[in-house]
């Protein structure tokens, strides 16, 4: 991180910011180019979950080679200023890599829908087989988690 000072460096902490969001936007990598989209998502246990149709780009990119990006922003506020060089942008986000996994077995793909259910406030469980059959399930396990914080605050206790 060029800017050492931005980064969140309790785990704990980073971890509880990315528990409070429910969208980020992925990046994926198909072997050719880049290709990013946002999604719905939960997490627990150092890995990312999403859902998706079982074909289209995203799954073919996690077929090719599940490497994974991505970053979510958990507030953001646009700073204005009189000259166009003092704007900026103060914000906290969470980021991080990893490998994506396509869930295969029924239970494994309950479970992780429960994870993305929960961080959504919605209701777990009950899910019928057939819609499990025809959803992709998704499980990133993260190599990386970094959180940031623009402006950095100097002496606060979570950074």
Not at 23 to 41: E, I, S
Not at 83 to 92: F, N, P, R, W
């Amino acid at each position: 991180m060029r800017h050492p000072k931005r980064e969140i460096k309790d785990r704990n902490k980073v971890e509880e910011l990315l528990k409070s969001c429910t969208t980020m936007q992925l990046g994926l990598w198909d072997g050719v180019k880049p290709y990013a989209v946002t999604v719905n998502f939960g997490y627990a246990d150092n890995a990312v979950y999403f859902h998706s149709a079982m074909e289209g780009l995203k799954m073919d990119c996690v077929r090719a080679n599940g490497l994974v990006a991505f970053t979510t922003v958990v507030e953001s506020e646009l700073i204005r200023a009189e000259d166009g060089c003092g704007y900026t942008t103060h914000y906290t986000s969470v980021s991080g890599f990893g490998k994506a996994t396509l869930l295969e077995a029924p239970e494994d793909k309950a479970a992780a829908l429960d994870v993305i259910l929960a961080q959504h406030q919605g209701p777990t469980g009950g899910y019928p087989d057939k819609v499990l059959q025809k959803t992709a399930v998704v499980r990133i396990d993260l190599d990386e988690l970094v959180g940031k914080v623009n402006p950095a605050y100097p002496g606060d206790p979570q950074i």
